[in-house]
């Protein structure tokens, strides 16, 4: 693969500068609640040598009932101040799984007008396989200021993506596996309708990936759109169900030099909710 450290960046380049005074790295790492896994007690247990935690479900907006929303930017600063992250800092962002929910923290990052950020291609487990180290040991800190400049074109709300579905002027991508996104399978959500946004495409994030958890090339990923019908002439709007995995769609189409994408932000634990937005199934 190509390393970019605005995008993606492979277990050696990592362990090449993992000793850079500028790197910051974090274990995002997140497990849907059926996985019954602690994401901290794994991180306290062993981590990439100076990494932090980060908590994508209370580096968020509190106040709304759907999980982990983009949190406000006052929020934001002071918990990257917290940890020791800020202006001038090159990241990089993994999680336990491969690639799952390292993505969504690359998208908020973007979305607060940091470039400098690039998810960990097959995260730990490629981390682990190639035989790079781990510790428990915690980094040091030191506060470090961060200039946010939102790019609020990043993130779509509810009005918005029905907006776009009514019009069909967006290609709106759904990251969810087939069976969700058919309406066959039950949503991990109690309450929560099945089936998809009208007029929207599937491509689950797991078919952008190899089996060993990294990302496909670039043509890999041009042909994976492709066959799902993906009309990437469209500005994109991604989603799924909380906003996790649609980061993932949002990096694949970074990958290819797509830039016009936005992600919904309540996904389907938004949409799935209000029985006055319509649905599709099958």
Known sequence: MTD??????????????????DLRIFD???FLPAMERDAKAEYAAGHIPGARFF???????????????????????????????????????????????????????????????AVLDGG????????????????????????????????RDVTEVARAAKLGDHTIIDARGADRFRGEADEPRPGM??????????????????????MKDPDGIRAVFQTAGADLTKPVITTCGSGVTAAILALALERIGKTDHSLYDGSWSEWGMYADLPIETG
Do not use: C
């Not at 962002?93 to 400098?116: C, E, I």
């Not at 030191?142 to 993130?155: E, F, G, N, P, S």
């Open 28 to 30: 995002a790492t997140w």
């Open 193 to 214: 309708r099945k089936g998809h946004i009208p007029g929207s495409t599937n491509v689950p994030y797991t078919t952008l990936l190899y089996t060993n958890g990294t």
């Open 4 to 21: 970019d450290p605005q995008t993606l960046v492979s277990t050696d380049w990592l362990a090449a500068h993992l000793k850079d005074a």
């Open 55 to 117: 908590d994508i479900d209370e580096i968020a907006d509190l106040r709304s009932e759907l999980p982990h929303m983009v949190p406000p930017v006052e929020k934001f600063m002071s918990r990257m101040r917290a940890m020791g992250v800020g202006d001038g800092h090159q990241v990089v962002v993994y999680d336990a799984l491969g690639l799952f929910s390292a993505a969504r923290v690359w998208w908020l990052f973007r979305m607060m007008g940091q470039k400098n950020i």
């Open 124 to 155: 730990l487990p490629k981390w682990l396989a190639d035989g790079h180290p781990i510790t428990k040991d915690k980094p040091t800190i030191r506060d470090r200021h961060m200039t946010v400049a939102q790019k609020k074109h990043l993130v």
